[in-house]
């Protein structure tokens, strides 16, 4: 029975350290993120059932409510976890970009490439990228390898440029580019920056006109009904 369970959540670790799960809920394992779907789809199960009946739905609706609920809430977790990668992929841009120009600016100072990673800690203000660091920061002190330690590093996250910095300081000592290659990741992020804050204006921008159309409609619903109270209270007036 044990080994059936452990295939169902088998490799969920994986997903939990690339979304970011194990540093938000260091408590979450394999077995409890298992536990916790199965509790949110009997839950969402629960639920449709209970939306099904209150709106007198037949049998067969309530079922087949039931059956949406547990769905739906197995794969809400994941769901969540994703979504909440993604804002922190979007808040880390400005940080990840600080950590190629903190690297290129010590390679070119002629630091060794251990102490500048072990550094750039310090460069860092983004609590899930820095706990990253940190930890890359310890696996180089244990292991003395910075490709074990920049792969460790790259599992915590699903970002491109975080996987692009990786395969840079991994390649560094075959091709000596490093700072050139992180000279353009830098512009390239820069121009992604610019366009993240485009797309970031024209959705507030459309949010405002969202909200000032329904205010719009708002006033015109209440002009409405009060017009017609009044026609009803005329024609009241005269009927009487």
């Known amino acids: 029975m044990k080994q059936r369970i452990r295939k169902l959540y088998a490799g ?10 194990m540093f938000w809920l260091p408590w979450l394992s394999e077995e409890r993120y298992f536990l916790l779907r199965i ?11 209970g939306i099904s009946r209150l ?3 037949p049998s067969v609706a309530v079922g087949a409510g039931f059956v949406f609920g547990l769905v739906l809430g197995y794969f809400l977790p994941m769901i969540a976890f994703q979504v909440s990668d993604k ?3 979007e808040q ?13 600016i010590q390679v070119k100072a002629g630091m060794y490439l251990t102490n500048t990673l072990s550094a750039c800690y310090l460069a860092i203000s983004n609590r899930r990228l820095k706990q990253g660091l940190l930890e890359l920061n310890s696996r180089l002190i244990a292991t003395n390898s910075v490709s074990m330690a920049m792969a460790d590093f790259e599992e915590k996250f699903t970002n491109e440029y975080i996987g692009y910095f990786c395969l840079i300081i991994k390649q560094s000592e075959q091709s000596g580019r490093m700072a050139q290659m992180l000279d353009d990741m830098t512009r390239q992020m820069a121009d992604m920056e610019r366009y993240m804050m485009t797309q970031k204006k024209g959705r507030m921008e ?7 159309l329904l205010v719009f409609v708002g006033i ?9 109270i009044s026609l009803m209270a005329s024609v009241t007036g005269i009927i009487g």
């Not at 969920?12 to 799960?21: D, I, T």
């Not at 880390?92 to 290129?104: G, H, P």
């Open 12 to 21: 969920q670790e994986y997903f939990l350290r690339k979304s970011g799960a």
């Open 39 to 49: 509790g949110t789809a009997l839950l969402c199960g629960v639920c449709g059932v």
């Open 55 to 57: 709106l007198e739905l």
């Open 87 to 89: 804002r922190d992929n």
């Open 92 to 104: 880390m841009m400005s940080d990840i970009r600080k950590l190629y120009e903190y690297v290129k």
């Open 206 to 212: 459309r949010k405002v006109l969202l909200l000032t």
């Open 220 to 228: 015109l619903l209440i002009a409405a009904y009060q017009l017609a």
